[in-house]
């Protein structure tokens, strides 16, 4: 197989929530950038459209699908809405999440709720719904966004730990279950990329910690992502399922 079928999506039809901002557009663009169709949702309609925009500018496809995914009759009235207006996908994005920093002892019951809702609801039942179409079609391509939070804790950050050991964990889960019916589940876990989750709501000092524990010595470039989600959607990746990669700088690599 020549490299750029190995690695190509032409024909392919993907959907991002979560794709209007930061990881999720990224992830977009690059999809769109290895020839597939790139439709994105997120609650925000003009942002989703600016988005679109750039992906049609790339010579793609690309509509626009306004829903909250943690309302389960949206998320699920969303599900067929895509199948009539653009059909099944054959990669599904789930980069939809909210973070909110807090010492342990200060999390009210509702921040638990938005974060869990968000971060592993809309997930879970985003892969349920779309998978169970893809499970009876034999193909498909789930990828989440997990996070170096699937694998440690972090201080004052933790319901979002606990959502993103979740993902990684229904990743696992969901691979193992389906992937003798042709669909694969894995995820990526980014280290730390500045975006609208946490730029403003890390401190001065929590961001350079977080870069000195970086082996690189720097955040990531959002560029630096779409590589991970274009090779787990591609033919290289037909035999790989149930995985999640670090795109983290060496973060997860290092003792000190
Ligand atoms: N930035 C990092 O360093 C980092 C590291 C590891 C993992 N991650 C994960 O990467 C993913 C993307 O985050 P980001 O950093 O790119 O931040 P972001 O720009 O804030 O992206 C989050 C996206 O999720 C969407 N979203 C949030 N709540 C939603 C809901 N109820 N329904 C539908 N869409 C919703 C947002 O769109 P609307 O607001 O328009 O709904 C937004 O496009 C998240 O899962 C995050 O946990 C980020």
Same mark, same amino acid.
Not at 1 to 30: D, N, P, T, Y
Not at 31 to 52: F, I, N, Q, S
Not at 78 to 92: E, Y
Not at 118 to 123: A, D
């Given at each position: 197989?020549?490299?750029?079928?190995?690695? &190509?999506?032409?024909?392919?039809?993907?959907? #991002?929530?979560?794709?209007?901002?930061?990881?999720?557009?990224?992830?977009?663009?690059?999809? =769109?950038?290895?020839?597939?169709?790139?439709?994105?949702?997120?609650?925000?309609?003009?942002?989703?459209?600016?988005?679109?925009?750039?992906?049609?500018?790339?010579?793609?496809?690309?509509? =626009?699908?306004?829903?909250?995914?943690? /309302?389960? /009759?949206?998320?699920?009235?969303?599900?067929?809405?895509?199948?009539?207006?653009?059909?099944?996908?054959?990669?599904?994005?789930?980069?939809?999440?909210?973070?909110?920093?807090?010492?342990? %002892?200060?999390? %009210?019951?509702?921040?638990? /709720?938005?974060?869990?809702?968000?971060? #592993?609801?809309? #997930?879970?039942?985003?892969?349920?719904?779309?998978?169970?179409?893809?499970?009876?079609?034999?193909?498909?391509?789930?990828?989440?966004?997990?996070?170096? =939070?699937?694998?440690? &804790? $972090?201080?004052?950050?933790?319901?979002?730990?606990?959502?993103?050991?979740?993902?990684?964990?229904?990743?696992?889960?969901? @691979?193992?279950?389906?992937?003798?019916? &042709?669909?694969?589940?894995?995820?990526? @876990?980014?280290?730390?990329?500045?975006?609208?989750?946490?730029?403003?709501?890390?401190?001065?000092?929590?961001? @350079?910690?977080?870069?000195?524990?970086?082996?690189?010595?720097? $955040?990531?470039?959002?560029? %630096?992502?779409?590589? =991970?989600?274009?090779?787990?959607?591609?033919?290289?990746?037909?035999?790989?399922?149930?995985?999640?990669?670090? #795109?983290?700088?060496?973060?997860?690599?290092?003792?000190?």
């Amino acid at each position: 197989m020549k490299v750029e079928h190995r690695f &190509g999506l032409a024909g392919r039809q993907a959907l #991002v929530i979560g794709g209007g901002s930061g990881i999720g557009r990224a992830i977009a663009v690059g999809l =769109a950038e290895a020839g597939a169709d790139v439709h994105l949702a997120g609650r925000r309609e003009d942002v989703l459209e600016g988005a679109c925009g750039q992906l049609r500018a790339l010579g793609r496809s690309s509509r =626009a699908f306004p829903v909250d995914a943690t /309302d389960m /009759d949206a998320l699920r009235e969303f599900v067929g809405a895509v199948g009539v207006s653009v059909g099944l996908p054959d990669i599904l994005v789930n980069a939809q999440g909210v973070m909110q920093l807090a010492a342990a %002892e200060d999390y %009210e019951p509702e921040d638990y /709720d938005r974060i869990m809702d968000t971060n #592993v609801k809309s #997930v879970w039942f985003a892969s349920s719904w779309f998978g169970r179409a893809m499970l009876g079609r034999g193909s498909g391509c789930i990828i989440s966004i997990a996070s170096l =939070a699937s694998y440690r &804790g $972090f201080a004052r950050n933790g319901i979002y730990c606990m959502s993103k050991h979740g993902v990684k964990a229904m990743t696992e889960t969901l @691979a193992s279950e389906w992937a003798a019916r &042709g669909v694969r589940v894995n995820a990526i @876990a980014p280290g730390f990329f500045m975006t609208a989750l946490n730029k403003d709501s890390m401190t001065e000092e929590r961001k @350079a910690r977080a870069v000195a524990r970086t082996p690189m010595g720097r $955040f990531g470039d959002l560029d %630096e992502l779409a590589g =991970a989600a274009i090779y787990l959607a591609s033919p290289a990746a037909k035999y790989v399922t149930g995985v999640t990669i670090p #795109v983290d700088g060496g973060f997860l690599a290092a003792g000190m």
